[in-house]
């Protein structure tokens, strides 16, 4: 059982570069979740989907835009980097609210 | 600023000690998880508490819940190197999202 999967494991890009970070789920999960994880800081939510075709904004959104079109795949996409956008990157998803958020491994993201 | 403050933010001790890891809050939640996460990998889940005043034990971990749903606390009791890892709370307000706590990083030394 993959669980949640995410790719690439790590990245350099350069400022002003784009690129997308992929998350699929094999679990059938409604709800899915991006966060970022800096040293000291826990993890902040990006955005979150409570479903195909709905997404909407976390504690963080600028800089980032995202899409579900598939219940399996949540794609984050960085628009203009930043080297403020440098970090880890960690998807989740969960069956409803309360219940356990399954979270991929990350992806390790550098700007410079 | 934090949601949720987690304390103390590192803690080294000895193999066999006890430990406690608290996580506060000013605002009442409806459930709050507790997490494990060790390097190069997602948080996973230890626990869940939804009820005031909830104790739950796993093995050597037991977690409670304040009467006021506003704080929690972990406690490990004869801790093994195999409990080293990054301590995760995170609260749910009754939407869809959890807002995490910054953590505490737990390192016990054999």
């Known amino acids: 059982n993959a669980g949640v999967t995410q790719t690439p494991k790590f990245r350099i890009l350069k400022i002003g570069q784009s690129m997308t970070l992929q998350c699929t789920q094999d679990m059938n999960h409604n709800y899915m979740y991006w966060y970022r994880q800096d040293p000291g800081m826990g993890l902040k939510l990006i955005y979150y989907?409570?479903?195909?075709?709905?997404?909407d904004k976390g504690e963080v959104p600028n800089g980032y835009n995202v899409s579900r079109s598939t219940t399996e795949d949540f794609p984050l996409r960085l628009e203009l980097a930043a080297p403020s956008q440098t970090s880890v990157y960690f998807c989740?998803?969960?069956?409803?609210?309360?219940?356990?958020?399954?979270f991929g491994d990350g992806t390790r993201l550098s700007i410079l | 600023t934090q949601l949720l403050e987690q304390s103390p933010q590192f803690l080294s001790i000895q193999e066999g000690e006890n430990l406690t890891v608290y996580c506060n809050s000013s605002?009442?939640?409806?459930?709050l998880q507790w997490y494990r996460q060790e390097p190069g990998e997602g948080p996973v889940l230890l626990v869940t508490v939804v009820t005031g005043g909830e104790v739950k034990k796993l093995k050597r971990l037991t977690f409670q819940f304040g009467d006021a749903r506003k704080d929690s606390s972990l406690h490990i009791t004869a801790a093994q190197p195999g409990d080293t890892g990054l301590y995760l709370c995170a609260g749910e307000r009754g939407d869809y999202k959890l807002s995490f706590g910054a953590g505490t990083t737990v390192t016990v030394r054999a």
């Open positions: 605002s009442v939640f409806s459930s």
């Open positions: 989907s409570v479903g195909a075709g709905i997404t």
């Open positions: 989740a998803s969960s069956t409803q609210v309360r219940q356990p958020q399954h």
